[in-house]
């Protein structure tokens, strides 16, 4: 079974940059694909980005398009999201998702294993 965990959130001012790391334990992420989704206090979680395990495919939510970037480094098991030019509106918890077979790649339900979340808070 995989297990993700969440790192790099903090507190950083609207305009500023944070990257966030999922490093993966249990079996290699080799075959997944990798996914970060966050949630806002009384929002329902949302897709933000989403990467295939060989980074063929590649897909951002409109929100994030132009100042997110979703990587991976399968050597070390972890995935990254980059983020820059950040808003008060991206103030929530991020997580991310594992899952081998995906049809949509944005949907919460397609998604088997996730981590337990890093809080990312970006004041004006």
């Known amino acids: 079974q995989v297990q993700l965990v969440e790192s790099g959130g903090g507190l950083v001012q609207a305009g500023g940059s944070l990257r966030l790391s999922c490093a993966a334990s249990?079996?290699?992420?080799?075959?997944?694909?990798t996914a970060w989704f966050r949630q806002a206090p009384g929002n329902e979680r949302e897709f933000v980005a989403a990467l295939s395990w060989k980074g063929g495919t590649i897909y951002y939510a409109d929100s994030v398009k132009g100042r997110f970037t979703i990587s991976r480094d399968n050597a070390k098991n972890t995935v990254y999201l980059q983020m820059s030019g950040l808003k008060p509106e991206d103030t929530a918890v991020y997580y991310c998702a594992a899952a081998e077979i995906l049809t949509t790649w944005t949907s919460v339900d397609e998604y088997e294993y996730w981590g337990q979340g890093t809080q990312v808070t970006v004041s004006s």
């Open positions: 249990g079996p290699t992420l080799r075959s997944y694909a």
